[in-house]
């Protein structure tokens, strides 16, 4: 099991400003990646996820003041690790994957996806690129436009770095485009997400106009004009999707133009939540409560075609009605005739079961039945410890150990470690278990793992203490 720093209000940064520690109104989850900025900019040291909505940290945008082939824009605050990046580009040329290519990176090496990409024509083309799980620290988002027949044109950019989207691949989920040749109403097909609180981002390019959010969207971007060829303006608007409907996004330009649109819905972390529910009807009937205002159940009992019997019961709720039949078949009762008689059957044969009696205890008719215990602790008294510097490479923890009865893993750096079983090279994208920085890791006892076991972190800062039992 995987632990976190303990949250507390005795750290010098506070766990966040929105925290209710004597509401819990937003409890911590320990041991999850990623975090926020609160509305006094200090950062959160540990996880709030039980609002069950992701959240825009921080934003940024840049345009193209001539006609270029690259776009740099940094956002303004450090990246958190474990966050994501999304980011919504526009440009003034079409990719078509060989001759005309569209790629987007950072300063910190993270991967980013083409989530959807819309085109109008070869002049106009309106994508959406993201990254999960990134790296911490200062960081600036660079586009590319490269290939053989790619030109200098202009480019737009929004950037998004979110806490709270599934952090595994499957953070992506609907996709939708749209592109027209002249208009002043910018929209994309319908998307429908597949789970309740998604985020869903926008993103314009055209060729002229300005451009106004559609109702309930907000224009993170406001509506920007690159200059370099071809894109005149440019989009990029978000909302949080509370439902799991249909949802047609939606902009308007000032003047008719050609435009491409794309959007894409992103899934959030979802935990479960306790509380309480209030049944006002059952299948139109309004149930009745008992004197301490709690639900009363009834239970019948099949007595003809025609309907069904209340059951009765005693002073402590207990069925006090006879059960006459089983599958049909009559019931034999004690002397009182209140309490059902079960027999007690041993397998004898093939053709049939022979009664076990109650005491007896000749060899024919008892049954054998063996007692086991396995409950002698395993103990050890030798534990070899041994500290390993924190890498950004792939790392020896721990060699194959036969012997091994157990191991302990203290990350006690300002990176996560991604640890992983097994002889094979551990990566950030190959690994068992995500170690975060002053995380513990202990190997689960049951059946005691005794191969090789490596590691790499997120960046070469600090070390892993290991006490291994043996």
Known sequence: MTYGTEPTDAAFVPISSVYSKENNTFPALQGEPGGYYDTNSNTSTAVITSFLRPKVSQSAHAITGSGAKTLNCAFGNNN?????????????????????????????????????????????????????????????????????????????????????????????????????????????????????????????????????????????????SPTGGNLVSFGAQSRLRSQITSLTPSATLSTSNAWAACCATFKSVIVPVEGTVNAGQIAGVVPKLD??????????????????????????????????????????????????????????SAAGDTALTLGNTTMAN?????????????????ATKTSVAAAASD?????????????????????????????????????????????YFELPPEPIYTGAIRAIWSSATGNVRVTELS
């Open 80 to 224: 958190i690790a474990g966050n994501s990046i999304v980011v919504c580009v526009g440009l003034g040329e079409v990719e078509n994957g060989s001759t005309i290519t569209l790629a987007i990176t950072d300063t910190l090496g993270n991967t980013y996806t083409e989530a959807v990409n819309a085109s109008q024509s070869t002049t106009l083309e309106a994508a959406i690129f993201y990254a999960t799980n990134i790296a911490s620290g200062a960081n600036a988002v660079t586009v590319t436009i490269a290939g053989a027949s790619s030109t200098n044109t202009a480019i737009a950019v929004e950037i998004y770095e979110i806490f709270g989207l599934i952090a595994e691949p499957g953070a992506l989920d609907a996709t939708n485009t749209g592109s027209n040749a002249g208009s002043t109403n910018v929209s994309t097909g319908a998307v429908v997400p597949a789970v309740p609180n998604e985020l869903v981002f926008v993103a314009i390019a055209a060729a002229g106009g300005t451009i106004t959010a559609g109702t309930n969207w907000t224009l993170d971007s406001g509506s920007l």
């Open 291 to 348: 004197n301490t205002n709690e639900l009363g159940v009834s239970i019948y009992g099949k007595n003809s075609a025609a309907g069904d019997t209340p059951l009765g019961l005693d002073s402590s709720g207990r069925v006090t009605s006879i059960i006459q039949a089983v599958g049909g078949t009559a019931l034999a009762a004690d002397q009182s005739n209140t309490e059902l008689r079960v027999s007690t059957y041993v397998k004898t």
């Open 395 to 439: 790392t020896a923890l721990l060699s194959s150990n036969s012997s091994r009865k157990g191991a302990l893993f203290f990350n006690d750096g300002g990176a996560i470690m991604y640890l992983s079983y097994g002889s094979g090279a551990a990566s950030t994208s190959s690994y068992t278990v995500q170690v975060p920085a002053n995380g």
């Open 366 to 382: 008892s049954l054998p039945v063996t007692v086991a215990s396995d409950q002698t602790p395993k103990v050890t008294s030798t």
